[in-house]
């Protein structure tokens, strides 16, 4: 990866409810792919114990919906406690959801044990499963079409052996993850209002201004960067014109920017083409976990516009009254 044209933010793992910052430089010349090519065995040999996995969501929504999905994979990582090293090859292993369960995921293809001397292990994974041969994944934020491909979340443990901590082991098989989201969502409810009807607003586009066009995380390091080019982002749209939504690079992570770069909600009539602008407060930051919903009223006159942030993360609280023309 081009150290000029990205940057990187390699964040430790003692932030909360995050498992961050494990700098696995010994991983470097071993292989990394979110798929079954990982030789572990698949049986369960000498006795050995699999690992029982499930893994919830602290927030109340996903960029999809509020649980997982059929067939939804995550990618688990295991390492010697405490340490930043790779146990059982247990690299970027698939797991998936079971089959009418809504946070039990199985082995999907390949099964992770824990070590037979019983040695405490640590956790991280990743969603959406990729295959990172490369190292890293990315996502064109230019592309707002599938929603679900772009959210990215992580999640981790690691074993404490200090008074009343949780350890991991092949004693302790049962993992729970909680799962966090590391991008940052926008969603505009849309009204049709004074001289605009709902005729008028199908095929309506909306568009955010300044933002990053690239999304980049490395698995293997726990580490969220970006492009540094900003562009115009449409957002996905509904085929009335009333919803439109949007995964975006974080305004925190992205420091290099700030929030006063003049960024614009732009309203785009099809039959017409009359453009309709928001512009959003200087002070306004768009920050990581938070999903920023915007209530807009199109009249000819300009917009009616009123903004509450609701979890991902509470960000905006009840909402903020605005503007536009």
């Not at 059929?70 to 797991?95: F, L, R, S």
């Not at 004693?171 to 005729?199: M, Y």
Request: aromatic share 10%; proline share 4%; charged share 25%.
């Amino acid at each position: 990866m081009n150290t000029q044209t990205s940057k990187i933010m390699k964040d430790k793992f003692n932030k909360p409810g995050i498992w961050l910052g494990l700098l696995l430089c010994a991983l470097a010349f071993l292989p990394a792919g979110c798929s079954n090519g990982n030789e572990l065995a698949t049986d369960n040999p000498d006795g050995r114990v699999a690992l029982q996995l499930t893994g919830g969501i602290s927030i109340q929504t996903r960029a999809y919906d509020d649980t997982w999905d059929a067939g939804d994979h995550i990618g688990i990582y295991m390492y010697n406690a405490g340490k930043e090293t790779i146990v059982e090859g247990a690299e970027n292993i698939p797991y998936r959801l079971k089959k009418g369960e809504t946070k039990a995921f199985e082995p999907a293809g390949t099964t992770i044990y824990f070590p037979v001397d019983g040695s405490n292990v640590d956790f991280h994974a990743w969603y959406p499963c990729k295959d990172v041969a490369g190292g890293e994944w990315t996502a064109n934020l230019k592309k707002q079409s599938s929603q679900k491909a772009l959210d990215l979340m992580t999640a981790g443990v690691k074993s404490n052996t200090g008074k009343n901590g949780k350890v991991y082991n092949k004693e302790q098989p049962k993992v729970a993850l909680e799962f966090h989201h590391r991008l940052t969502k926008l969603v505009v409810n849309i009204d049709n209002g004074v001289g605009i009807s709902p005729a008028d607003l199908k095929g309506l586009t909306v568009e955010i201004t300044q933002q990053v066009s690239t999304a980049i995380y490395e698995p293997d390091y726990d580490a969220l960067g970006y492009e540094e080019e900003l562009v115009t982002i449409p957002l996905s749209m509904n085929a009335d014109g009333t919803f439109a939504e949007a995964i975006l690079f974080p305004d925190d992570l992205a420091r290099a920017y700030g929030t006063d770069r003049g960024r614009q909600l732009v309203f785009t009539l099809k039959n017409t083409g009359e453009k309709f602008y928001y512009y959003i407060n200087d002070n306004k930051s768009f920050n990581a976990g938070e999903k920023n919903i915007y209530h807009i009223t199109v009249n000819r006159t300009g917009l009616e516009v009123t903004a509450e942030i609701e979890d991902w993360t509470e960000g905006n609280g009840d909402g903020n009254p605005g503007s536009a023309e």
